[in-house]
């Protein structure tokens, strides 16, 4: 991927025709991007003596301070990332991209940036969308950008307790073809899939679309290894164990704070025999997350399951495809099916039976297929709305289910609201995506006409949403993470003793503070 655009140049997104329709009626117009190689950089400002300590540990050919690669690690994938790099400002740049090519070589950087007091972003895939790739450099000599690409093995495979041992720096699309390649699957499809990592999958708290079968990537953790300044970190003898607090679930989530995850064990599966997807059609959002609720609660429950609102299924963003060639009306659910083939018909038939009570009509496999042959077009439209002078954004949160009603009605005001009130007013679409016995999660997505100044346009817009979450008491974030667009709400959330707990932790592990500085907490 080349930064400010998503995915892979030789196929961009463009616009199906209704979205472009709805542009037109938003009162949008073409804003012009500033071109990668024009981009406004400052100096490398990495000392001499740090430059030379870190060559020393991985090599010259490792130690990069080119403009591609700092432009191309300059901060993350959301929408206000993309904003400044597109109006030329790169000044969170690092100072050096540094490749390290294995776990020794990220703790010895780590111990060389902490004795020059410089600061250290964990970069993986590089696809955050709240800022958390954006490391705060006030007290700091530089700061480097440490990729972790070259750690880029499956370390190991255990047939028999199925489980795999892959390092950081692996890619989504490369782990899935290591394991299947060996008759396995990882099961980890987020939205980022073409350009997520292994380590950002870990470091985030990532949950792919088929979270309701194979479950989101903190539930397939059995084990990780973490470098820190201070030394190294070896987590997971076992399944589960009593032996104190699981400290897994402490790096899990911790963005690069705590210290480089360099390689994880996670569960495995077998790769599925047979898939099939199917839609259905439910007359409202409440009676959809109604259907939704039954089956995860009582089964059996789809490898994949999510509900779109009226407006995400009417605009047709439930089919990134845009092969389903209009909305069947009211709210559509996919659900999906893998495994074997009697297995995965079985269960397919009882939810069928589950699904018709609750009150949905079945569309057949025609709009569920188009769905799962698109699912990973969605982030390239994006690019062409912005073109085009839109603004999008998405969001999300999680909560029970019983407040799952009042949460949607509460952030679909607060961002229409807080959007109409600059002159702009947006389209506001939601789905539910994952799914637990307990509650789900809630997906937004945010769409409305550039206003002449768009990061502050979107920021009070992002301040009233994150408002109304906490209002309604829901968690910031479900899968995002927390970075800096979050980490004020989330200091809200869990409340001073908790953070100065987390505090006294990174003290502990990155006394000097190096790691992903103004993140988390």
Sequence with gaps: MQRPRWGNPETPGSLPAIAAAALTQLGVRPRAAVAPEDVSLPDSVLPAAAKAAIVGVVGADNVVADRHARVQHTRGYSTPDLLKLRAGDASDAPDAVVYPGDHAEVADVLRVAAEHDVAVVPFAGGTSVVGGLAAARDGFAGVIALDVRRLDQLVAVDEVSRTATLQAGVRGIQAEELLRAKGFTLGQFPQSYEGASIGGYAAARSAGQSSAGYGRFDEMVVGLVLATPTGTIELGTAPRSAAGPDLRQLVLGSEGTLGVITSVTVKIH??????VFEGWRFESFDAGATALRRLVQDGPLPTVLRLSDEAETAVNLADPSGKLGGSPGGCLVIAGYEGELDEAEARRAAAARSLTVAGGTALGTTPGEAWREGRFRGPYLRDPLLDAGGLVETLETATFWSNVPALKAAVTTA???????????????????????????????????QADDPLAQWAKAKESANAAIRATGATITHHHGIGTDHRATYHEEIGPLAVAALRAVKQTWDPKGILNPGVLV
């Design 270 to 275: 077998p790769a599925p025999a047979h898939r």
């Design 415 to 449: 961002l229409t609201e807080a959007l109409a009130g600059q002159g702009t007013p947006p389209v506001v679409l939601c789905h539910i995506s994952h799914v637990y016995p307990t509650g789900a999660s809630l997906y937004f997505t945010v769409i409305c006409a």
